[in-house]
T-cell receptor
Framework: GAGVSQSPSNKVTEKGKDVELRCDPISGHTALYWYRQSLGQGLEFLIYFQGNSAPDKSGLPSDRFSAERTGGSVSTLTIQRTQQEDSAVYLC??????????????????FGEGSRLTVL | DAKTTQPTSMDCAEGRAANLPCNHS???????VYWYRQIHSQGPQYIIHGLKNNETNEMASLIITEDRKSSTLILPHATLRDTAVYYCIVRVPTEGANNLFFGTGTRLTVIP
């Protein structure tokens, strides 16, 4: 597809279970971001990838959260032993390659529709 | 990234111009001002960005003060579909640079 695709769109799980959330960025976009948005709140940064590496993992809230990206494309966010406070919409965004401030890179992030996680 | 300050909420009559302010008094010289919006249950959507000159596109206009410490997003003829949370962000747009800090934004309600 033309946009950022996330799956599943909705996930309901029981406390203590592991979940995997998937993000398919726009083809050719080298940067990929994960955010979390709790009900009525702003976006909370989790992690960002440049290619397959993650230079900034500072936003991951605990060691139960991990993410990987393979082939410079698809990324998976994994939450182990889910807790009720993990309930949120998890948003993925990607941005294209280009020189700073150059015409090919406006710095714009393209977001997916999110994965809504509910932990019972 | 510099922090921004926005009003929590605003109302605007349908068909009128919506003017959304943003303060970014600690903005540095190489940081751009970006605006995104988030319609209910959707991911954020890019609107416009600028460095120091005023900018206009098909969605909106961006007015940046000469000292760059504040800016205003203008939706010239607001429609009901413009009801959303509007985020003002400042950042350096380098490839894969650090994340965008979205804050809580301004909830704009367009009233029929």
């Amino acid at each position: 597809g033309a946009g950022v695709s996330q799956s599943p769109s909705n996930k309901v799980t029981e406390k203590g279970k592991d979940v995997e959330l998937r993000c398919d960025p726009i083809s050719g976009h080298t940067a990929l971001y994960w955010y979390r948005q709790s009900l009525g709140q702003g976006l909370e940064f989790l992690i960002y990838f440049q290619g397959n590496s993650a230079p900034d993992k500072s936003g991951l809230p605990s060691d139960r959260f991990s993410a990987e990206r393979t082939g410079g494309s698809v990324s998976t966010l994994t939450i182990q032993r889910t807790q009720q406070e993990d309930s949120a919409v998890y948003l993925c965004a990607s941005s294209p390659k280009g020189l700073a401030g150059g015409p090919r890179n406006t710095g714009e992030l393209f977001f997916g529709e999110g994965s809504r996680l509910t932990v019972l | 990234d510099a922090k921004t300050t926005q009003p929590t909420s605003m109302d605007c009559a349908e068909g009128r111009a919506a003017n959304l302010p943003c303060n970014h008094s600690t903005i540095s010289g190489n940081e751009y001002v970006y605006w995104y919006r988030q319609i209910h249950s959707q991911g954020p959507q890019y609107i416009i960005h600028g460095l120091k000159n005023n900018e206009t596109n098909e969605m909106a206009s961006l007015i940046i003060t000469e000292d760059r410490k504040s800016s205003t997003l203008i939706l010239p003829h607001a429609t009901l579909r413009d009801t959303a949370v509007y985020y003002c962000i400042v950042r350096v747009p380098t490839e894969g640079a650090n994340n965008l800090f979205f804050g809580t934004g301004t909830r704009l309600t367009v009233i029929p």
